[in-house]
């Protein structure tokens, strides 16, 4: 069964014992998920990443099983959900376990994922689709941040703040934690003062459009580079970015040769790579040819060459080569 966002505030949420909770609003699935499932649990909430439960998905049921007939109610969290965890929800519900709360949470399932459309037609079954806060609710959480804790922002800063959430509430209130510890030594903080404590946009973007580049994404590619206002001195650290990410690419899919397991070739990858990521590394690697990223890896250092004997044209250098694959 759907359950809609805007149903929220009405809806019964002791009519269900298993959630799926899913997109890119982490942060509104986290309030949600504490104010009305979480709270009343104490000490019973076991958390899992999806992997533990499907590789030790008899002896958690064994153990939901035998601990529920002395047990109080108690709720478990699987992150990182995908359609893998359908076969343990089939199994949850043939054995009608009942005192038992369940929560899947995943950032995002295409309209195709077998769980997804799993959880949207069983009756039994609840799925509450999170999308990104609009300027409104974001701007509405910082308001009464700043008139909690009386703290005086300019309506640019404020602006600035909403730019850098990225749609997403938990990201915004990460930078309202840095602007209350701030605002310990001065309640009225400059938009230089909010620039400097807030993270860096160009950073954030510049990592975006590597990965829809290597995504082969054009339109998102375009629009950021549309939307974003790069100088020439950003250049090399676009390319930089692109390289490092097309060098880390490539080894996965060289790992990928020899496992044929796509999540071990990049659980195996060092540094390791953060869980947000791996969608989005999976979809470049099945955009790929090994022959091809090597013959980009070699052109990437070549435009670098390029732009430092020639710097004046960078933008359009980059700009050239990001778009045409």
Do not use: H
Not at 4 to 26: A, C, M, P, S, V
Request: glycine residues 2%.
């Amino acid at each position: 069964m759907i359950v809609k966002q805007f149903e929220l505030n009405k809806f019964d949420f002791t009519k269900f014992n298993i959630y799926l909770f899913y997109g890119r609003n982490e942060g509104l699935q986290n309030k949600i998920a504490e104010k009305y499932l979480i709270k009343d649990f104490g000490n019973n909430v076991q958390k899992y990443e999806e992997i533990e439960v499907i590789n030790n998905k008899d002896i958690i049921i064994e153990e939901i099983l035998s601990k529920s007939l002395f047990e109080n109610n108690k709720i478990i969290i699987i992150s990182r959900a995908t359609d893998k965890i359908v076969e343990f929800i089939r199994d949850i519900l043939e054995r009608n376990i009942k005192d038992v709360l369940i929560l899947l949470k995943s950032l995002s399932l295409e309209k195709r994922s077998k769980l997804r459309t799993f959880f949207e037609k069983n009756k039994s079954l609840a799925v509450i689709p999170f999308y990104e806060d609009d300027e409104k609710n974001l701007s509405s959480i910082i308001y009464d941040f700043l008139k909690q804790n009386n703290i005086k922002l300019s309506r640019e800063s404020i602006n600035l703040l909403v730019s850098r959430a990225g749609g997403d509430r938990k990201n915004l209130n990460m930078e309202l934690d840095k602007i209350l510890n701030y605002s310990i030594s001065n309640k009225k903080i400059e938009y230089s003062n909010v620039e400097k404590l807030t993270n860096l946009v160009e950073n954030y973007t510049v990592n975006e459009l590597a990965n829809s580049y290597l995504s082969k994404n054009k339109k998102n590619v375009t629009k950021i580079l549309n939307e974003n206002n790069y100088t020439d001195e950003d250049c090399v650290l676009i390319l930089r970015t692109i390289l490092s990410k097309s060098k880390r690419l490539l080894t996965i899919m060289q790992e990928l040769k020899k496992s044929e397991n796509i999540d071990k070739a990049i659980s195996e990858i060092r540094p390791p790579i953060f869980w947000k990521e791996k969608d989005s590394v999976k979809r470049q690697v099945i955009s790929w040819k090994t022959q091809d990223l090597k013959k980009k890896i070699y052109e990437i250092n070549d435009i670098e060459l390029l732009i430092k004997s020639n710097s004046k044209n960078s933008l359009n250098f980059v700009s050239d080569f990001i778009l045409n694959y």
